[in-house]
């Protein structure tokens, strides 16, 4: 268990509509990643919060969006969905220790049908 | 624009001999290189990392190698074992705090 949770886990939903991803990091970690993760891809990096503030910027659509919580928590907002969107989403937490070791969560598995 | 990039998406190597992942990157300004094991349907896992002024670091039966002249680094597993098979992703964290990670290499090891 790395101490990352997000929700939910499975998500199939319909082109053209929104979604929201939650994350929660582990306790005390300040920074969050989103990452996407397509078939067979990499992971590509989609954006970074640190303690509530936008931090580091990626491949991320104008349709998707982020925010960091003052509790620290994330969430990825997905909208006018469409097929190729389909992915999973991780979502990462790391401290402030410089090395980059962050901890992932068990991602959240979107389908868009 | 691949700033971190693994060429071989897959390596079938035998138990007990050495497994070889190579990745090589683009920007010299790349403070930490990492990397992470992931099985499916779990999320990536911290392995091991290096920092750019050192060039190897080990943690048991894993090894990384940097050669900052070649903006190249590669894992040594050995000896490999069953439980190794798994995909594997290097990553490399930038001065700007983004963590970049490659496409991965998916590693079988068969008895």
């Known amino acids: 268990d790395s101490g990352v949770t997000q929700t939910p886990k499975h998500l199939i939903t319909a082109t053209g509509q929104r979604v929201t991803l939650r994350c929660s990091p582990r306790s005390g970690d300040l920074s969050v990643y989103w990452y996407q993760q397509s078939l067979d891809q990499g992971l590509q990096f989609l954006i970074q919060?640190?303690?509530?503030?936008?931090?580091a910027k990626g491949n991320i659509l104008e349709r998707f969006s982020a925010q960091q919580f003052p509790d620290l928590h994330s969430e990825l907002n997905l909208s006018s969905l469409e097929l190729g969107d389909s992915a999973l989403y991780f979502c990462?937490?790391?401290?402030?220790?410089?090395?980059?070791?962050?901890?992932f969560g068990q991602g959240t598995r979107l389908t868009v049908v | 624009d691949q700033q971190v990039k693994q060429n071989s998406p897959s390596l079938s190597v035998q138990e007990g001999r050495i497994s070889i992942l190579n990745c090589d990157y683009t920007n010299s300004m790349f403070d930490y290189f990492l990397w992470y094991k992931k099985y499916p349907a779990e999320g990536p896992t911290f392995l091991i990392s290096i920092s750019s002024i050192k060039d190897k670091n080990e943690d048991g039966r894993f090894t990384v190698f940097l050669n900052k002249s070649a903006k190249h680094l590669s894992l040594h597993i050995v000896p490999s074992q069953p439980g190794d098979s798994a995909v594997y992703f290097c990553a490399a964290l930038s001065n700007t705090d983004k963590l970049i990670f490659g496409t991965g290499t998916r590693l079988q090891v068969f008895p």
């Open positions: 919060y640190y303690n509530g503030e936008e931090r």
């Open positions: 990462a937490s790391s401290g402030n220790t410089g090395a980059g070791e962050a901890f």
